[in-house]
């Protein structure tokens, strides 16, 4: 079993800053790519950002500049930092994994979700 734990959410003003973090837990052997996808209401879940087992990155041309993904692979966690926000990136964020089980089965798992809402 793998669990995939998102925290760091809130409220923040325009132009401010959050940092997201996605722990994953349970019988992982290695962590492939990890991925941060937004849902805002009434609109379907995209793609924010990816991050491959070697690091190499890529964004939505709606937060490129202003969002980096990063990952910890001792303490199997990926970020999410969120620079310069706009209302518009109000949703909820999750968190989605390949990962390699310690049985070497390949899972894909999600995150329940934080809220990131920004507003004045």
């Known amino acids: 079993q793998v669990q995939l734990v998102e925290s760091g959410g809130g409220l923040v003003q325009p132009g401010g800053s959050l940092r997201l973090s996605c722990a994953a837990s349970?019988?992982?052997?290695?962590?492939?790519?990890m991925n941060w996808y937004r849902q805002a209401p009434e609109k379907q879940r995209e793609l924010v950002a990816i991050?491959?087992?070697?690091?190499?990155?890529n964004y939505a041309d709606s937060v490129k500049g202003r969002f980096t993904i990063s990952r910890d692979n001792a303490k199997n966690t990926v970020y999410l930092q969120m620079n310069r926000l706009k209302p518009e990136d109000t949703a909820v964020y999750y968190c989605?994994?390949?990962?390699?089980?310690?049985?070497?089965?390949?899972?894909?798992?999600w995150g329940r979700g934080t809220q990131v809402t920004v507003s004045s």
């Open positions: 989605n994994g390949d990962l390699t089980l310690t049985t070497r089965s390949r899972v894909n798992s």
């Open positions: 349970g019988s992982i052997f290695s962590i492939n790519t």
């Open positions: 991050i491959t087992s070697g690091g190499s990155t």
